[in-house]
């Protein structure tokens, strides 16, 4: 019952409901305050749009780009056949144009995947089937894990919300098979109109290695005869860097590196997929690409000096002019979310160098990732001003405590603040209260290692808050009379926060009871049973694995 079997009828009838879901996305999104990357920004520029105005759109209807189906893939390796180029390709194994921009614009990036990889001959691509045998694993627990992961980006605003279900099939681009190519060995030049398609399919390499709602594969691997390696290739360096800018990069940029060996593999399905979130850094200017690009040039010629980055000299000056419309949108970005990236003082010290030119930047992402104090700092100070939305959490920067609420004490439009997960303490968490800007109207410090103390300063801020989120801190006590006391007049409409189960058994009731006459809605209030227990290695009280319920 869930796979679309009409793909072009099916989106014409929902075309004719009020509006399109991509404004839906956008409107949407803002709503609530406590997600602040609940959704992409409105898609105001060719890296975000779907529609018949995108360049992309454009491509892919003409026909200059075309997307290989994955099962057609899949049966290539059965088949244990090389790809074949596009003039050979099976009319079988492309989605229709009106199909694929269907399909695009109904699930987005989960059915339109643009394959990153290194050629492995000048004109056959992938005469030994390398990157064949790679794909089609991927492919085959990508495919199985389409149900989950639509559910996930339905939520996000990224699949629309009434497409029936997961896709039966997805799309590909490689580049090899989508779009026209010559093969000097067999005489087979692009015909004035193929070279057409593959200026204007080539025209929008950027965006399909950067749009919001696309795919990207890495397959980072080559055989170990190979000198020119997938980080010393001209294009390949381009579409990481391209890709590591994506917007609402989570669920949508794969790696797949040397330690990917398919016959190996014993994951499946979404546990496979998620092992391969990896491989994002910060993003460069166009000064930083161009500097990189000379970087890995020089390092190239100390392996042979007859290698290139790029196999065609010309291209580089091509891939640098793209790189240049890249960054101009990518500098207009209202939103970097960077979850669960794993990054340390190095990516964070990168990142805060660009982090100014940001001149729209509204909401800021940071998950995950123990940059330290001093990564913290340099990036909360170089936040550009106008801010509305920050999150950094997991950072372990509670040293650089004071130069953060002095960089925070400037962000005067900020209204949500996420601090979680860093052992800010009493006294932290103290300083950052006395710096907090006016505005903030959403406050999570979840377990943050302060006490009583803590509790207590915050209180001081119910009368601008409107959401708390506290929880697994030990909030007992007189932090538990402070918030009792704040409640009449304050502003504050929701709370979540952390009883211990061996405190005051009438502390719970009384905060109840005060949360009630104070007219706030009851199912507002969410107190967790809570029995701590301390971390070794930090002061942090962390959470039990079933030593909590929510009343």
């Known amino acids: 019952g869930y796979v679309i079997r009409d793909v072009a009828k099916h989106w014409s009838l ?44 454009e491509a892919l209807a003409s026909g200059s780009l075309r997307l290989v189906r994955g099962t057609f893939v899949q049966d290539c390796w059965k088949q244990r056949k090389p790809w074949p180029m596009r003039q050979d390709m099976p009319e079988s194994g492309f989605w229709p144009a009106e199909e694929a921009c269907a399909m695009w614009q109904m ?22 089937m390398w990157h064949l045998e790679r794909l089609a694993c991927i492919l085959t627990e990508y495919r199985s894990s389409l149900p989950s992961m639509s ?23 490689i580049d090899y098979c989508s779009l026209p190519q010559e093969d000097t060995d067999r005489g087979i030049m692009r015909s004035q109109e193929e070279h057409q398609q593959f200026v204007s399919g080539l025209g929008v390499a950027d965006i399909i290695y950067g749009h919001a709602n696309t795919t990207v594969l890495r397959i980072t691997s080559v055989p170990t005869s190979e000198q020119r390696k997938y980080h010393f290739r001209g294009w ?14 989570s669920l949508k940029v794969f790696e797949f590196d040397d330690a990917f060996i398919p016959k190996n593999n014993t994951l499946h399905g979404l546990g496979f997929i998620m092992e391969s979130m ?10 930083q690409f161009c500097a990189e690009l000379s970087s890995r040039c020089r390092l190239l010629k100390e392996v042979s000096a007859n290698l290139q980055l790029f196999s065609n000299p010309q291209d580089e000056h091509f891939v640098v002019q793209k790189y240049a419309e890249v960054w101009s949108q990518l500098a207009r970005s209202s939103a970097l979310t960077y979850r669960r990236v794993g990054w340390g003082t190095a990516e964070a010290l990168q990142l805060a160098i660009v982090l100014p030119k940001f001149t729209q930047l509204k909401t800021f992402v940071l998950t995950n990732s123990a940059i330290g104090s001093e990564g913290m700092k340099a ?27 002095l960089a925070l004490s400037e962000l005067t439009n900020l209204r949500y603040l996420d601090l979680s997960h860093s052992d800010w303490g009493d006294v932290g968490v103290q300083v950052l209260v006395s710096q907090m800007p006016k505005n903030v109207r959403v406050l999570e410090l979840v377990q943050a290692g302060f006490r009583e103390r803590g509790a207590s300063s915050i209180a001081g801020l119910f009368h601008q808050l409107h959401v708390l989120h506290v929880v697994f801190n030990h909030v007992s006590g007189s932090g538990t009379d402070s918030f009792i006391a704040a409640l009449p007049g304050s502003t504050i409409e929701k709370l979540h926060l952390c009883l211990p189960t061996d405190g005051p058994e009438a502390e719970r009731d009384r905060l109840i009871d005060a949360w009630v006459r104070a007219g706030k809605l009851r199912e507002r209030l969410s107190i967790i049973d809570w029995k701590p227990r301390v971390d070794a290695s930090t ?6 694995p079933a030593d909590f319920f929510t009343l």
């Open 14 to 57: 929902m075309q004719k409901d009020a509006g399109s879901f991509k404004t839906l996305q956008g409107s949407e999104a803002r709503k609530s305050l406590a997600a602040p990357d609940a959704a992409l920004p409105l898609a105001t520029n060719a890296y975000l749009r779907t529609t018949q105005n995108s360049p992309l759109y």
């Open 107 to 128: 699930y987005g990036p989960i059915f339109f995947l643009a394959l990153s990889y290194a050629w492995l001959h000048p004109t056959m691509n992938d005469p030994e």
């Open 151 to 173: 559910i996930w980006l339905r939520q996000k605003g990224a699949v629309d919300p009434r497409a029936p279900g997961p896709p039966e099939d997805i799309g590909v681009f």
């Open 236 to 249: 390949p360096i381009f579409e990481q860097h391209v890709s590591n800018a994506k917007p609402g990069y």
């Open 278 to 287: 990896k491989g994002q850094s910060p993003q460069r200017s166009q000064q």
């Open 379 to 405: 990036i909360v100070i170089n936040l550009p001003r106008q801010i509305e939305e920050l999150t950094i959490s997991g950072a372990r920067g509670e040293k650089a405590v004071d130069d953060v609420g």
């Open 539 to 544: 002061s942090v009280s962390q959470p039990g």
